[in-house]
Structures are given as C-alpha cells and as structure tokens.
C-alpha cells in the first residue's frame, strides 16, 4: 500500500468488499512492477492516497458478483487495466483503449462506479487503475478480465497485462510497422524491450536499441536488435547516432522512457516521413519542443500509443499463442521474482535501471 504520493510501500492487512454487480474477486498469482506505478509513488502522475498499485496482474477468479456470465470460478485471467464501457463514443468508433468512461473512473480510484471496494478501519484505500494488483486478492470490473489458457505461466501472463501489449501493440497496432521498416526503440525496459520482440516478430529492419545500461542493450542484441547504441547523454547527440547507424533516419522511433529529451531524440532520428512514436508517460507539466519546420517540409509525425492501442481480448490470447509456439520469447523479459513483502525492493531495482521486469509473486 501507498500511505501517500512520496512514500514507501507497506504491506497491511486490508478489508476487500465482496464484488458488486458486473465485478469479480480474483485470487493473484504473479504481478508486474511497472513503470506507472514507480510514477504513482513518485507523483510523476499523482494517483489518490491511500491505494494499492499494481496493475500489471495475472490470477484465478474466485468469486463473482451478481450478474456476472463470464469469466466463471476457476478460470484463469490476466487483468486489462481498461475495462472499456463499449457505449461512449470512442469505444463506438472501435477505439475502446481510449474509452471515456473508464478513463474517468479510473480517476476516481474507484471502480467503473466510482467507489472502492478496498477499506481499512472503515476507511476507504484507493484502487490503482482498477486493479491493485499487488495483493493476494483484488476485486475488479469482469470486463478486466481476460481468460487464457490453464497451462500458461502467471508471470508472463501478468506481463502481458501491461507492458507487453503496450510495446508491441505500440509497433503493431499504433504505428503498423511493416516488414523492412526501420526502427528505432529508444529506453529498453519492459515495454521497450516489448516493443523490440514487436519488431523483431514483424521483420523490421534495422532495428536500433538505445538504453543507458548496458546489460540491457546486451540483452537487446541478444533478442534481436542490430544495432545497440547507448544514450550520449542529450537528444541531438542520440538521434545523430541512430540516423548514421540506419542509413538515415528510422521510419519508427519508439520512445518508451516518457522524459521529453528522449521523445525529443525520437523525433530527430526519424527519417522523411517518420514518425516517433511516443509510449512513456511523462510529467503531466512535460512540454516538446521539436524543429517545426521538418514536420511539413519532411512529413515527420508523432503518434501517441496508450496501453499499444490494443483490444484485450483479442491481443492479449494472441500474444500468449505466439509465446507458446516458440515465436515471442516473453520469459526473456523477466529480470526477478521477489515475494509480494519485497515490493519496496522491486521499486529499488526498477528506479537502478540494471535489471529486466520484477515480477511479485502472490501465491
Ligand atoms: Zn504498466
Ligand atoms: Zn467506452
């Protein structure tokens, strides 16, 4: 639990509701620490104190609220941290990762009502985008839930929850990047390095990976990409890097830090009719200044990709086959597993930078 934005996490006990109509109490196996919730507990984007993170989390339903069809017991989900209204009118113009009704709620730091199902002395504790994954038990929206296979691991599952649909969805689904397309994928964490078996999996060359550590630009290479090229320090410097080593300029730059120096380093490594393509979240006060005058006179463009404009149901199944088949090395994205009391320690590892995704394990 975070007490308040700037503090520690602590591990409580708290009293969880049973589910309401339309929600479901899910049983957590495994747990991703993501980047959005170290912005939580920083206040990069602040989120309504006190709550529980995590929203990155794969587990077993256990329980069901009234009128609730699907997901049953005993069925095994990973948790979307979108559950889309299908109603307002961007899930009716098939864009249901933007729906304006759960972007409100999650605001709340309630469910899609408003209200929280978590308490402490009856007191309300806040949810963190729906989900409050790092727990034994969450009670969730059912439209979170995305059923999978019995046999597929927790860890990857919750992974692809978040990170992974967002990076690859990012190549995929946002920029539709094609085979022979050259791509740059600038901060290769979790999501990044998503984004790098994105492009690998559609053929796109070459494919330039840009971190400050280099145990993970070691990784990169071994995953694919071809060229590894370590942050100079400033945006012209970078981007002058990847424009010599691909022959150009890149047709996609992916940006999965959100500190504006890399969106900017995004946008001056693309190529004549590039885009950057922008995944980090930066400071909600975060201004780009970026040359204007290249936007008309070479057709540069920058693309926004929330949560890699996926549909859960649909990806998150997809993404899971191809990592059962052999053909996404998804266990290549997991640096450690640490038990939920560890979750202090995770956040450590992530703001260091040296290691792959921490995964917290609730069983
Ligand atoms: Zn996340
Ligand atoms: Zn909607």
């Not at 948790?79 to 864009?95: I, M, N, T």
């Not at 995305?146 to 995929?172: E, M, S």
Request: a negative charge; one cysteine or more; hydrophobic letters at 45%.
């Amino acid at each position: 639990m975070l007490e308040a934005t700037g503090g520690a996490l602590v591990v409580q006990e708290l009293d969880l509701a049973a589910p309401g109509p339309g929600e479901v109490r899910v049983r957590l196996h495994a747990s991703g620490v993501c980047h959005s919730d170290l912005n939580a507990i920083d206040g990069t984007a602040e989120t309504r104190c006190p709550a529980v993170l995590g929203h990155e989390g794969a587990g077993v339903v256990e329980e069901v609220g009234p009128g609730v069809v699907e997901p049953a017991v005993g069925t095994h989900v990973v948790l979307s941290w979108l559950p889309a209204c299908g109603r307002c009118e961007e899930c009716r113009r098939d864009l249901s990762h933007l729906c304006t009704a759960a972007w409100v709620a999650m605001g709340t730091g309630g469910l899609m009502d408003g209200t929280s199902r978590l308490s402490r002395d009856g007191e309300p504790v806040y949810h963190y985008s729906f989900l409050s994954s790092f727990a034994q038990r969450a009670v969730v929206p059912a439209a979170c839930c995305v059923t999978i296979p019995d046999d597929v691991p927790f860890d990857i599952a919750a992974l692809v929850g978040c990170a992974i649909a967002t990076g690859t969805g990012a190549v995929w689904r946002t920029a539709g990047v094609r085979p022979g397309d050259r791509v740059a994928v600038i901060g290769c964490g979790g999501v990044g390095m998503s984004a790098l078996l994105g492009a690998v999996a559609v053929g796109a060359d070459p494919i330039v990976a840009v971190d400050i550590s280099s145990q993970k630009l070691d990784l990169a290479l071994e995953l694919g990409a071809t060229h590894a090229v370590a942050w100079a320090g400033d945006a012209p410097q970078t981007a002058a890097v990847i424009v010599d080593v691909s022959g150009g300029g890149v047709d996609y730059a992916f940006e999965a830090t959100g500190r504006p120096e890399a969106a900017v380093a995004a946008f001056e490594s693309t190529r004549p009719r590039g885009a950057a393509v922008l995944i980090g979240i930066p400071r909600a006060d975060a201004v780009l200044e970026l040359p204007a005058l290249s936007i008309p006179r070479m057709e540069r463009r920058v693309l926004g990709s929330i949560y890699g404009s996926s549909r859960p149901e649909r990806d998150f199944p997809a993404l899971l086959e191809l990592y059962r088949r052999g053909r996404l090395p998804l266990d290549r994205l997991i640096g450690m597993r640490l038990p939920l009391e560890a979750a202090q320690e995770g956040f450590d590892l992530l703001r260091s930078g040296t290691t792959q995704r921490v995964i917290l394990e609730t069983t």
